[in-house]
């Protein structure tokens, strides 16, 4: 495969690291360029990457790399740790002002997706227990007030629209005077997109700031941005001073090279990522999660935290004692098969796992339905069956088949793969754990 | 066309600045090709968002034809690099027009242009005589058939729709029948834009493609990607999984009168064989231009 992501050039930058032992400068400057490649094939804009490149070698000369005894390991951590701080280290929040109405401005290039996020916003900012209004001000686009509207709909939040007003500039005026006198205690505007280089059009969102005095200015940046993400937020943050960023559409599988740039140009924080089309899909933007997910680290923290808010301990508990006494049944299958799938989709979930990027996962094609099948044959057997698989013989699987609506060869399968993992589960009880293999989910 | 080509090339003036004038100054200073050098030119090339597949092939390349001609001219160097970009971006074959009656899918991620590109194309379809159909194929978007209703209104075309929410293959196909039994000469789908990585998505946009396969007796098939030229590396991905869903016939790249390189395109054509068809350069239903090879490697270095 032609084109990488950056975790795994990385990755194979570091696993030469990895088998050396003690590093020399000449190993030094070579896993240096192959960083600088991997950041540069990431997106992330050349002066960025030069910068961070030569921060990066310059710690690595030092003693505490070329000196330890796992150096490899040093410079990740250097690599992770400058890549982190170059984020912005910890989480920023959106503030509000002190007494009456905060306003927020959304601004950024055509197709950035600031009508979306304006929506995701005001989502967000509901929980906070503030009555918010929407502004639709892009009277360019066909139908953008219109898109703004529905979102309000969705949200039942209020949006301000004026059909018959052609300046952006009065519609904000308006809008200001709307909310003071209707006591809002957040306004956000939905400003139309448009070039960094529109001299005209940046002029006009100077204008909607000094009338509307936002306490934030939110760029939003589309995460597969390319060279010229430094360029568009320079730019924008000239002409208006951006108090920070919107990172959308992360739920691609681009490496978000931009997050660096931008954020590194500009020093205005990344507020907020932007993970799907729905209105709740607003994250908080974790640098550290970020650098590691850059890093192909894989997001472990992310997994470990979904993990946990669908972990039932009891019933982790109580499956434990079950495999230990050996009477785990297909009814305690289920329940397994339940929860992993309450964790998100199969897919999602390994491509968490550190090591697993898209190029491991790439012949792996998780079928989500059969997870479905296999919830589905369960459910067809009878009580006693889920509890003693044995007795099923072969009239009981075609009955079993025909009742869940999958072939015969389904049912030996489920069968079969779940005698396999009892037998792996009783060896792994006894083991205690000595030398796990991969990381496997039953009957895969 | 003229008149856009002029668009085209004042638009990348900005462009040429940066990329043509460090190349420049790059050959003006240094005078040797080493490896410094090359270097260099490999940043230069990132920079473009040609990404560094591609800025190592073109550099090898120059670098074979420097060391096999003996080449010290400033002049020449700078011209065997364009060269070798105009031949990447020849290759394949060369822009043909569609022919009628024809059904166009227009796809790619979401906010690349895919709705203006649409009302572009279908404005240039219609002063060349054409008869025209839109289909409003973005059914979950808020107000995406309402933006593409205003751009039908605007240059005059007919639009087939069904309400938001409804399955996108649906309109598809009701769009289809219309076209038929309307004898149009070209049925321009929109879709909703969507990220090549979600299954589910990308599922639908195949069902969409076989229902509109099946009247392949009927209208020849075109499927356009929209690429956004500020986009980088991703749009390689991008251009690649579009075309595994539904068997790309072109490529439009959109927003080049930012100030964006639109380099992504050279690796992909270098990479696959998807003609890049139109540029879009604004956001006007003018702003349309055929994508030419020659011209843009010129406009790049002029
Ligand atoms: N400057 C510039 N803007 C463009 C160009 N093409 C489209 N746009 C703008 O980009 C924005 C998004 O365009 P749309 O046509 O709605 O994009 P889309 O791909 O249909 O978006 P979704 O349907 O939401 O995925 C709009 O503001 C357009 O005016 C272009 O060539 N140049
Ligand atoms: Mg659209």
Redesign the pocket.
Known sequence: MVFEGLSSKLQDTFKKLRGKGKLSEKDIKEASREIKIALLEADVNFKVVKDFVKKINDRSMGAEVLESLTPGQQVIKIVNEELTALMGNTPKKLTYSPGGLTSIMLVGL??AGKTTTAGKLANQIKTDNKKTLLVACDVY?PAAIKQLQVIGEQLKTDVFADLEEKSPVKIAEKAMKFARERFFDVVIFDTA?R?HIDETLMDELLQIKKIVSPKEIILNIDAMTGQEAVNVAEAFNEKIELTGVILTKLDGDTRGGAALSVTSVTGKPILFIGTGEKLTDLEVFYPDRMASRILGMGDVLSLIEKAQANFDEKKAYELQEKIKKQTFTLDDFKDQLKQMRSMGSMKDLMEMIPGAGKKALKGIDIDEKEFDRQEAIINSMTKDERVHPQIINASRRKRIAAGSGTRVQDVNKLLNGFEQSRKMMKQLSGLNNKKHGKFKFPFM | MASFFEKLKSSLVKTKNNFSGKIDQLINYSGIYNDDFFDELEEILILADIGYESSSEIISKTRAIIARDNITDKKEVKNTIKEIIKEILKRGEDFKDIETPAVILVV?V????????IAKLANMYKKEGKNVILAAG?TF?AA?VE?LEIWAQRVGVEIIKNDRGADPSSVIYDALQAAKSRKADILIC?T??RLHNKDNLMNELSKMNKIINNESVHFSVYNYL?LDATSGTNAISQANVFNEVTRLDGIIL?????SAKGGIIIPIKALYDIPVKYV????GMD?IQIFDPDDFAEILFE
């Open positions: 055509q197709g686009r997109g070039l | 790619g979401n906010g690349v242009g895919k709705t203006t590109t973005d978007r995406a933006q929109d909703a834009g929209v959109t927003k080049l009168d930012g879009g350069v604004g956001e702003d």
